[in-house]
């Protein structure tokens, strides 16, 4: 038994001893065009993209982990994976639990609903409708807060993908999410036909957060020091451009 | 020595005693009471959605088992298909299927958004209570069909010889003696039917464990709200238990 | 008719193996299913074994926990044992490791998998070994033993063989729901049969025809091993008297 618990710690050493790449966590649901799996099993997309950059940029081995977007922190400190760039906002709720790099994008949140069905960003506008959400985004967390008093109820979905089918097959009334990944949505056969955007919510940056960031356990501060000076490098270079160009007409940074 | 009360019980139940005392002095629990609420609420549809699919299921079960067990080749085929397929598929991808899959094709079906049922296919809650009637009915038309063979011949054709009509024969003799030998695994059953409940948080539906993926969401403690969820299902487990003990005790065991 | 024609034809061109087909895709979530199943299979057998002989033939202390663990993990939802011990085990492996100056392992999704279902299968396949072994008759073993065989020859030559074709129905059952208890997996992100499909679903919108194709993957691979374990168990009942239920 003694052998057999030092063999273990042994071969756990080694493993560890070999300089192992840092594991960044995506969303293993698919969330376009930020990152998502191509029919050949590759994740493909801006975040995916930049992904690379910033690792190449820190001089950072880094490798790709999908993870249940759920349980991403969760993974994140059980040390399934070491850092998430999964399009995970920067919120004063998450930064009790985990740490965050700098941002390195922003961009607002909206309302998308049917086109025929007359509506606004707002509580009033979304009053006796069915709104529909991710679950553990801030969208869930805005959605609760702000139209939980006047909407008709609010469904929480494991995917954006998944609301977004079932707002095109009418089961509900509106999706709210960030304005890039329902850009996609709307410019995709099924998203022209049925719908329309609605408009952006009002802010609130105690929910919304300061932007998307790279999650990170508290205390490396190493790590992310590194991550930081990856997105200023890349930023700076020019290569931040570079990797957005196919994906965005204009810079999703934000202010 | 077959006593409940040995000394290694004691100090194991002790054991016990001091590890529920270790959580809920040290794990944090100060999110219960602003979820109470939440938890009533997804409990009771955790155990309507199971009492209704199991009832549903059983029904329709009874046919399924029938049509296999006496039926000309052309229901027991079809029973039989139904079976293996419910059976040879992960109950996940059947909700799934149900779900997204109908649901996509609901934009091509006009007419379905014009129906009077389009307000109930909007909900979640009745693809849920489908999917888990047909999956315990796959599994408990396989029981029955058994237990519908079991029944001693010589039953049914005392009856027969009497002239008792055909219907009467069926749920005076045949469909009491087959429930009853189907009995024992229908606890069974209906305990890993709560255990497939949960899956419906997948399509929205909010259950027990929704609520708990809530909490777990917005306070980001792991491990405390799945704790909580496991000793909830293991008290729903014992009081299905307990109630089919009771049933079992209740029925005569005259006939077999 | 053409539209028909139409619809079958894209479907076809969806599920091709190479890309942009997504086929490729969902077999290999298909093999992925098939080898975490196949783990969890022996890992269950082999704490299952364990299991019977203990609560056959261990101490009063040692019965009683294997009681707890069997009634506890049959008494709540697999989904909330895998998110349990998905977290839990990786977590303590490494707070134990850190507390010991290690540094912190990356346990892969595919390991994970594996033990938590295997633990999972474990206490099934404690109950189903322990009624097979009850059923190999006394008189046999007593045969066996009174004619000087040793334990170690006497467990290879009778027990196990006699146990074997008692335990097949059981094993075989366990093996369909390992199989199917995978899907569970998708709720954590493990790119197995489920989650490639909700995957490629997503990004084409056709679920309909996706889920349906998985469903129908899933379906060979439970009709394929049914008869499997059915030739095996003709085999293993070879020369046994024949029971009746």
């Known amino acids: ?255 | 020595m077959t006593g409940f009360c040995q000394p290694h019980r004691i100090i194991m139940a002790l054991v016990a005693l001091a590890l529920i005392g270790w959580s809920a002095t040290t794990l944090r629990w100060d999110w219960v009471p602003d979820y109470a609420g939440l938890a009533a609420l997804g409990l009771w549809r955790t155990i309507w959605l199971l009492v209704l699919s199991a009832a549903l299921g059983l029904m329709l079960a009874i046919p399924l088992g029938l049509a296999q067990a006496a039926g000309p080749w052309w229901l027991a085929a079809p029973a039989r298909g139904f079976c293996t397929v419910i059976r040879g598929t992960p109950l996940l991808l059947q909700l799934w299927l149900l779900y997204y899959g109908l649901g996509s094709l609901f934009p091509s079906i006009p007419w379905i958004r014009n129906s009077d049922l389009w307000p109930l296919l909007r909900h979640a809650w009745p693809y849920g209570l489908l999917t888990l009637t047909l999956s315990f009915a796959g599994y408990e038309g396989e029981v029955l069909r058994g237990a519908f063979r079991g029944v001693p011949k010589g039953q049914l054709e005392a009856a027969r010889a009497m002239g008792m009509p055909r219907l009467t024969l069926l749920r005076r003799i045949w469909l009491p003696q087959a429930l009853h030998r189907a009995l024992p695994t229908l606890g069974g059953e209906t305990v890993l039917q709560l255990k497939a409940t949960p899956l419906v948080a997948t399509i929205t539906v909010v259950d027990i464990y929704a609520v708990a993926s809530r909490v777990r969401q917005d306070t980001f403690i792991t491990y405390e709200p799945l704790l909580l969820l496991a000793v909830i299902y293991m008290a729903i487990t014992g009081l299905i238990v307990l109630l089919f003990r009771w049933l079992e005790g209740r029925i005569p065991s005259r006939v077999a | 008719m053409t539209a028909l024609a139409g619809a079958a034809a894209s479907t076809l061109d969806l599920l091709q193996l190479a890309p942009p087909g997504w086929g490729g895709n969902l077999l290999r979530g298909l093999a992925n299913s098939v080898l975490i199943a196949a783990g969890a299979f022996g890992l269950g057998l082999g704490l299952g074994t364990l299991g019977a002989f203990g609560k056959l033939y261990g101490g009063p202390v040692l019965r009683d926990l294997l009681a707890v663990y069997t009634t506890v993990v049959r008494a709540v939802p697999e989904l909330v044992l895998i998110l349990i011990l998905y977290y839990a085990v990786t977590d303590s492996v490494n707070q134990i490791l850190l507390a010991f100056g290690y540094e912190r392992i990356q346990i892969s999704g595919l390991a994970a998998g594996i033990a938590v279902l295997g633990v999972v299968q474990g206490a099934y396949a404690t109950e189903v070994l322990r009624g097979a072994i009850q059923s190999v008759p006394v008189g046999q073993i007593e045969a066996a033993r009174a004619m000087g065989m040793p334990p170690g020859l006497l467990a290879r030559r009778v027990t196990l063989p006699l146990m074997l074709a008692n335990a097949l129905p059981g094993l075989a059952n366990l093996w369909l729901i390992a199989t199917k208890d995978t899907a569970l997996l998708a709720v954590v992100g493990f790119a197995e049969l489920t989650q490639q499909t909700r995957q490629a679903a997503g990004a084409t919108k056709a679920y309909f025809t996706f889920f349906m194709a998985a469903g129908l993957l899933y379906l060979l691979l439970s009709i394929l091993s049914t008869w499997g374990f059915a030739r095996l168990e003709r085999r293993a009942r070879r020369g046994l008297p024949e029971v009746r239920g």
């Open chain 1, 1 to 255: 038994m003694k052998t057999l618990a030092l063999t273990v710690a042994a071969v756990l050493m080694a493993s560890a001893a070999l300089a192992a790449p840092v594991k960044v966590g995506i969303a293993a649901e698919p969330y376009p065009p930020f990152a998502s799996p191509d029919a050949g099993g590759t994740w493909v997309g801006w975040e995916v993209d930049m992904i690379g950059a910033v690792c190449k940029a820190a001089e950072m081995e880094c490798e790709i982990v999908p993870v249940a977007w759920d349980g991403i922190i969760p993974a994140l400190t059980a040390g399934q994976i070491d850092a998430i760039m999964a399009s995970m906002s920067i919120t004063e709720e998450r930064l009790q639990t985990i740490d965050f790099s700098d941002k390195y994008y922003n961009t607002p949140t909206v309302i998308v609903g049917p086109k025929d069905m007359a509506m606004t960003a707002t509580p009033e506008g979304l009053a006796g409708k069915i709104l529909g959400v991710q679950v553990s985004t801030v969208h869930e967390a805005y959605a609760q807060k702000h139209f939980a008093g006047s909407a008709a109820e609010i469904k929480v979905y494991q995917t954006q993908d998944e609301a977004n089918q079932d707002l095109v097959a009418g089961r509900i009334d509106a999706v709210q999410a960030d304005s890039i990944a329902l850009d996609a949505f709307l410019a995709t056969e099924a998203g022209a036909a049925c719908c329309a955007l609605k408009g952006a919510v009002a802010d609130d940056p105690a929910v919304l957060g300061l932007g998307v960031g790279v999650g990170l356990r508290k205390g490396e501060e190493d790590l992310k020091a590194k991550f930081n000076a990856g997105i200023a490098k890349v930023l700076e270079d020019g290569t931040y451009e570079a990797v957005s160009k196919p994906y965005f007409a204009s810079s999703i940074y934000g202010g």
